[in-house]
């Protein structure tokens, strides 16, 4: 199964974090997955430090195409709100609606899916 691997995630694999053994096993395995959203969040920065070969690296990691359904997107708000989680933003919930479509799981470090997760919207999360 996919993972789409989150910004979080990411950002610890080039630092050469904890969780670096986990990223590179899933490369090995062909696993990764990622959506045009992270890679926005992404690519200016490693533009700014001329890291033109991480960014041809990241581009060719599957990408899972985003379609927006904004009422379902509220409505994980709506869930999230009810169960006691707020401030989980909009880039968050287009990330879990994305792997939801697409019927991956969600890597990530952000404690907001932790919460999508409790809140019950079908979120399915990498461990």
């Known amino acids: 199964m996919e993972i789409l691997v989150d910004t979080s995630v990411w950002i610890d694999y080039f ?13 090995d395995e062909n696993l990764l997955a990622i959506n045009d959203l992270i890679l926005t969040e992404l690519i200016p920065l490693l533009v700014i430090k001329k890291e033109y070969e991480l ?4 581009k060719i990691i599957k990408n899972l195409k985003i379609k ?8 994980y708000q709506i869930r ?9 933003g909009i880039p968050d919930l ?30 399915r999360l990498y461990n």
């Open 80 to 88: 999230c709100l009810r169960s006691g989680s707020s401030g989980i």
């Open 68 to 75: 927006p359904d904004w009422n379902e997107i509220r409505e």
């Open 94 to 123: 287009m990330i879990a609606q994305n792997s939801i479509q697409h019927n991956v799981l969600v890597y990530s470090f952000d404690k907001h899916f932790d919460y999508m997760y409790d809140a019950e919207i079908g979120i």
């Open 55 to 58: 960014i041809k690296r990241l």
């Open 15 to 27: 630092r050469g974090g904890s969780e670096s053994g986990k990223i590179d096993l899933l490369i």
